[in-house]
């Protein structure tokens, strides 16, 4: 069985970069989509973006000016960048194996921004 | 794009059924058969339920259901059980990227 496990950063400052990675174990990061999805607290899911193993990446366009995705085979692992963030970013932040259906969920990661 | 449509609340005892509507317009549930289920348990990552309109993975009870008719799908739970007392949410693939509905608060009465 699949695992996801995100890691990165809980508190990031406003107009700064949240990054995050996601480690996939249990499986090959090879074969398949692989998305972002964030939710503010006591809120809805946000789908973030996806990203295929190969690098082809396809972005919430509300998100689009700030996000970029990047995936490293040879860890297992991928990414999420998210610039100029505000206080409407924080958010507790998954990773998922699935593009469209997201079928594996990790268990998730809260970024708060603040300073 | 603004999210798909879901009931805020949803309630019914034990052993009934229940169903939730989601929502959307003609650029997404009602074009693409892509429409996911998810359940969201208190301070837990979302599992999937359904895909794919009304296929369910491995391992999920066939008490939960899934349909659409046009721009509007439907989970259907029968046999409702406390286990089930969840939030749940609904997506849709569109022309351009993946939306979310608002989720739905199911209770177990």
């Known amino acids: 069985q699949v695992q996801l496990q995100e890691s990165g950063p809980g508190l990031v400052k406003p107009s700064e970069t949240l990054s995050l990675t996601c480690t996939v174990s249990?499986?090959?990061?090879?074969?398949?989509?692989w998305s972002w999805i964030r939710q503010p607290p006591g809120k809805g899911l946000e789908w973030i973006g996806q990203i295929y193993y190969s690098g082809r990446t396809n972005y919430n366009p509300s998100l689009k000016r700030r996000v970029t995705m990047s995936v490293d085979t040879s860890k297992n692992q991928f990414s999420l960048k998210l610039s100029s963030v505000t206080a409407a970013d924080t958010a507790v932040y998954y990773c998922a194996r699935g593009g469209v259906v997201a079928e594996n969920w990790g268990q998730g990661t809260l970024v708060t921004v603040s300073s | 794009q603004s999210a798909l449509t879901q009931p805020a609340s949803v309630s019914g005892s034990p052993g009934q059924s229940i169903t939730i509507s989601c929502a959307g317009t003609s650029t997404d549930v009602d074009n693409y058969n892509y429409v996911s289920w998810y359940q969201q348990h208190p301070g837990k990552a979302p599992k999937l339920m359904i895909y794919?309109?009304?296929n369910r993975p491995s391992g999920v009870s066939n008490r939960f259901s899934g349909s659409k008719s046009g721009s509007t799908a439907s989970l259907t739970i029968s046999g409702l059980q406390a286990e089930d007392e969840a939030h749940y949410y609904c997506?849709?693939?569109?022309?351009?990227?993946?939306?979310f509905g608002g989720g739905t608060k199911v209770t177990v009465l």
């Open positions: 794919d309109v009304s």
């Open positions: 997506s849709s693939y569109t022309t351009t990227s993946t939306l």
């Open positions: 249990g499986g090959s990061i090879s074969s398949y989509y």
